[in-house]
């Protein structure tokens, strides 16, 4: 019965590679986001969909590509994996009525 | 630019203590504050402000904000160890993606 739920759960690598993570809602949400939080906690956002559509896209490095298949899913890939990429990334939904955020558990994405 | 700021970073107290964190805020069209509660995985959502001087509670929580001073302050009485974590405001702006400023969070540890 998992609301939000991100695959996979941790994820190691090397510097370079190419890699993808995956999120999926349960909900009936038609917003979704992409959040990266470093060491120091803060909460980033990097995009967001609505509806499919990219309605909030920051200033993240092309490298990062997110992909909306669906209003259920939301999925992030990422090219030429660099150190400072390493974070726990999140991704989050909300209904277009609430400003509630529903958060998945995360991903721990490690470069090495 | 919109800025949340919250203080202190960090907090230490023992069970039983009264807490009071603080969130300020400097936004353009503002349209609620949020309280997240961050264990050691996803943020869960605690309080919603919309409205001046309207207590929000929920057991030993409770929440408040100024839109004329731009703050809100999340009080926790009788802690307790399991209250232990981050505490993350949020402030959401109007607009077309009302998008969520995050501000870097207040640690709280609750020695026993």
């Known amino acids: 019965d998992t609301a939000v739920s991100q695959t996979p759960k941790y994820l190691v690598t090397q510097m370079g590679n190419d890699k993808s993570i995956k999120c999926e809602q349960n909900?009936?949400?038609?917003?979704m986001y992409w959040y990266k939080q470093d060491s120091k906690k803060f909460l980033k956002i990097m995009f967001s969909y609505n509806n499919k559509e990219l309605i909030i896209n920051e200033t993240v490095p092309n490298r990062f590509s997110p992909k909306s298949p669906d209003k259920a899913h939301l999925n992030l890939h990422i090219n030429s994996l660099e150190l400072g990429d390493s974070a726990v990334y999140f991704c989050a939904s909300r209904t277009g009525s609430y400003n509630e955020q529903f958060f998945g558990p995360g991903t721990r994405l490690t470069v090495l | 630019e919109d800025k949340v700021v919250q203080s202190p970073l960090s907090l230490v107290v023992h069970e039983g203590d009264t807490v009071t964190l603080n969130c300020s805020y400097e936004v353009t069209n503002f349209r609620s504050l949020l309280w997240y509660k961050q264990e050691k995985k996803a943020p869960t959502f605690l309080f919603m402000l919309t409205s001046s001087g309207i207590e929000k509670k929920s057991g030993r929580l409770s929440s408040i904000l100024d839109k004329k001073e731009l703050f809100s302050i999340l009080n926790i009485t009788a802690t307790q160890t399991g209250d232990s974590a981050v505490y993350l405001c949020a402030v959401e702006v109007a607009g077309n993606n009302r998008k969520l400023i995050w501000g870097l969070g207040t640690s709280l540890a609750v020695n026993p």
């Open positions: 909900l009936g949400h038609d917003t």
